[in-house]
């Protein structure tokens, strides 16, 4: 599923806030959960407190809250956690931390232009370049000239057929908000990287 980040992650790495990313179920672990809690009671996390962290940042996650004059969150639920890549990373992503998009949302934000999409790993910017400086770049320069803007001549290269309602955008990365987008909404740490 693909989601959107609302919320700024307070992970080392720290994908930028509006990003859109493909998802999986984190798998609930039930060892790791009782550690969760336990140390964040023994941090003095109460309930309707919402610090949100793994269990080994926790108490890093609440001094960077502090220094940026930040109140306490929501408790985490971990039972619908969701997984992204980011950096090579596996990061976990809590329900209150994004929120899941469907296909015309998808399409609204990816070919509305306020996203631009950012390889995943060196096996997808390969494929990208290809599409930019190989075989399939008369394909996209085709439906630039057809009327496509650049997100979606990118899919038509891709092999995506941008024409259907309910089309399918594939995980070959992730969506960064455009700079002239994120700035209305979110503070400049927010969009760092």
Known sequence: MWILLTTKLPTDPSPP?????????????????????????????????????????????????????????????????????????????????????????????????????VAGDVATDALIQGVLDGITRPIMESALLDGCNAAQAMSVALGMDVTLPDAEFPPVGWYKCRIEYATMFCEPWEMEE
């Open 17 to 117: 806030r509006l990003s859109i990313f493909w998802s999986t179920a984190w798998l609930p672990d039930s060892t790791v959960a009782m550690r969760a809690v336990e140390e964040w009671n023994r941090l003095g996390g109460q309930a309707g407190d919402e610090w949100v962290c793994e269990p080994a940042i926790i108490q890093a996650t609440r001094s960077r809250h502090l220094r940026r004059g930040l109140t306490p969150l929501r408790t985490p639920n971990w039972s619908e956690a969701r997984r992204i890549h980011y950096n090579d990373q596996a990061i976990r992503v809590f329900p209150h931390e994004f929120s899941s998009l469907d296909t015309v949302r998808m399409h609204e934000y990816i070919f509305g232009g306020s996203h631009e999409l």
